[in-house]
């Protein structure tokens, strides 16, 4: 079975199109020669003003479509090649109503590969997360390592768990059906058209807000937290490369492997603002956060050789990008 599906020529469907990570795979789909991208969204938490000007192009369509609801996933199916499944609830909004989050990021993937089933079988590529590992104790994590959520908040413990079944759903589709798939595990993505529902890279657009009030930035407890923080152009191109890659039935991380501490990260943006701000340390109680660990660093090595893909935008490249769309949104 070939697993391999060409972007041009093709159409492809991205449930929860109307997001920072949907856009950005629309326009690299787009710029490979997609002969059509269904942005399937039923906006509770995307909006069409964030895919706007993805419509000048004809071969967009916006449909208002929800995973819960599987007929109309099969009616947006119909002869794709592809589908890009970023439709869930990130840690926060899963924290903050878990009975709808849980529903869309199983349920919603239950039935997008019920869908696939009989709709052609396309290939499937599934977003998932690094916290499918929790808090990894390993000096370099890899696909290999398990999944470690003591200690973890309640949120971040159920979202690792949703992304892990949303996983070995795409491993018995496969074995069962033949269905295609790959999940690329996301490390902290940020960049153009940030929101602010992804608790890591949020604080980067809080941050910048902060500096530029004249405000000095705050730093949760001691700054030592760490993240690897991906870039959205990273992403797409990870997405497209996997889609057209003959490879089924695996996960991979999509990640820098650079651990960014807090400190670190308020440092580059000042770097980048020009600005002599001093950043100060707060005890972050009762904050929503997805990790803690001033230890994780992720390796890439995988789908570095699966797929010949590397990251191309340094940290401060992302942040200089962030700040340019921030200013072309006020003008």
Same mark, same amino acid.
């Given at each position: 079975?070939?697993?391999?599906?060409?972007?041009?020529?093709?159409?492809?469907?991205?449930?929860?199109?109307?997001?920072?990570?949907?856009?950005?795979?629309?326009?690299?789909?787009?710029?490979?020669?997609?002969?059509?991208?269904?942005?399937?969204?039923?906006?509770?938490l995307?909006?069409?003003?964030?895919?706007?000007?993805?419509?000048?192009?004809?071969?967009?369509?916006?449909?208002?479509g929800d995973?819960?609801?599987?007929?109309?996933?099969?009616?947006?199916?119909?002869?794709?090649?592809?589908?890009?499944?970023?439709a869930?609830?990130?840690?926060?909004?899963?924290?903050?109503?878990?009975?709808?989050?849980?529903?869309?990021?199983?349920?919603?993937? %239950?039935?997008?590969? /019920? !869908?696939?089933?009989? +709709?052609?079988?396309?290939? #499937?590529?599934?977003?998932s @997360?690094?916290?499918?590992?929790g808090?990894?104790k390993?000096?370099?994590?890899?696909?290999?390592?398990?999944?470690?959520?003591?200690?973890?908040?309640?949120?971040?413990?159920?979202?690792?768990?949703?992304?892990?079944?949303?996983?070995?759903?795409?491993?018995?589709?496969?074995?069962?059906?033949?269905?295609?798939?790959?999940?690329?595990?996301?490390?902290?993505?940020?960049?153009?058209?940030?929101?602010?529902?992804?608790?890591?890279?949020?604080?980067?657009?809080?941050?910048?807000?902060?500096?530029?009030?004249?405000?000095?930035?705050?730093?949760?407890?001691?700054?030592?937290?760490?993240?690897?923080?991906?870039?959205?152009?990273?992403i797409?191109?990870?997405? %497209?490369?996997?889609? /057209? !890659?003959?490879?089924? +039935?695996?996960?991979?991380? #999509?990640?820098?492997?650079? @651990?960014?501490?807090?400190?670190?990260?308020?440092?580059?943006?000042?770097?980048?603002?020009?600005?002599?701000?001093?950043?100060?340390?707060?005890?972050?109680?009762?904050?929503?956060?997805?990790?803690?660990?001033?230890?994780?660093?992720?390796?890439?090595?995988?789908?570095?050789?699966?797929?010949?893909w590397?990251?191309?935008?340094?940290?401060?490249?992302?942040?200089?990008?962030?700040?340019?769309?921030?200013?072309?949104?006020?003008?």
């Amino acid at each position: 079975m070939d697993n391999g599906v060409k972007i041009s020529g093709n159409k492809f469907v991205i449930t929860g199109g109307a997001s920072q990570v949907g856009s950005e795979i629309t326009r690299h789909l787009l710029k490979a020669g997609a002969s059509e991208v269904v942005l399937f969204d039923n906006f509770a938490l995307g909006t069409p003003e964030a895919v706007a000007d993805l419509l000048d192009d004809k071969r967009v369509v916006l449909t208002r479509g929800d995973v819960l609801r599987t007929n109309e996933l099969f009616d947006a199916l119909d002869e794709a090649a592809g589908i890009y499944a970023l439709a869930g609830f990130l840690t926060k909004p899963l924290t903050l109503n878990p009975a709808l989050g849980l529903a869309v990021n199983v349920q919603g993937m %239950l039935n997008v590969f /019920e !869908a696939c089933r009989y +709709r052609g079988r396309p290939k #499937v590529l599934f977003s998932s @997360s690094v916290a499918v590992y929790g808090e990894t104790k390993s000096a370099l994590t890899d696909e290999a390592d398990a999944w470690n959520w003591y200690g973890q908040q309640p949120g971040a413990a159920l979202y690792g768990a949703s992304k892990i079944m949303g996983e070995n759903l795409g491993r018995l589709y496969h074995d069962r059906y033949k269905v295609p798939s790959i999940s690329l595990r996301y490390a902290s993505v940020y960049g153009e058209r940030q929101h602010r529902r992804a608790v890591n890279s949020a604080y980067i657009i809080d941050t910048i807000d902060s500096i530029r009030r004249g405000e000095r930035p705050t730093i949760p407890d001691d700054g030592s937290e760490v993240h690897d923080y991906i870039h959205i152009h990273d992403i797409a191109t990870a997405n %497209l490369m996997a889609m /057209e !890659a003959d490879v089924s +039935r695996e996960s991979m991380t #999509v990640a820098t492997g650079t @651990s960014t501490s807090l400190n670190t990260l308020v440092d580059t943006i000042l770097k980048v603002m020009g600005s002599d701000l001093k950043p100060e340390h707060r005890k972050a109680d009762n904050a929503i956060r997805a990790t803690v660990s001033s230890t994780l660093k992720f390796t890439p090595e995988k789908i570095k050789k699966t797929l010949g893909w590397k990251p191309e935008i340094s940290l401060d490249e992302g942040i200089r990008r962030i700040i340019a769309w921030l200013d072309a949104e006020k003008a």
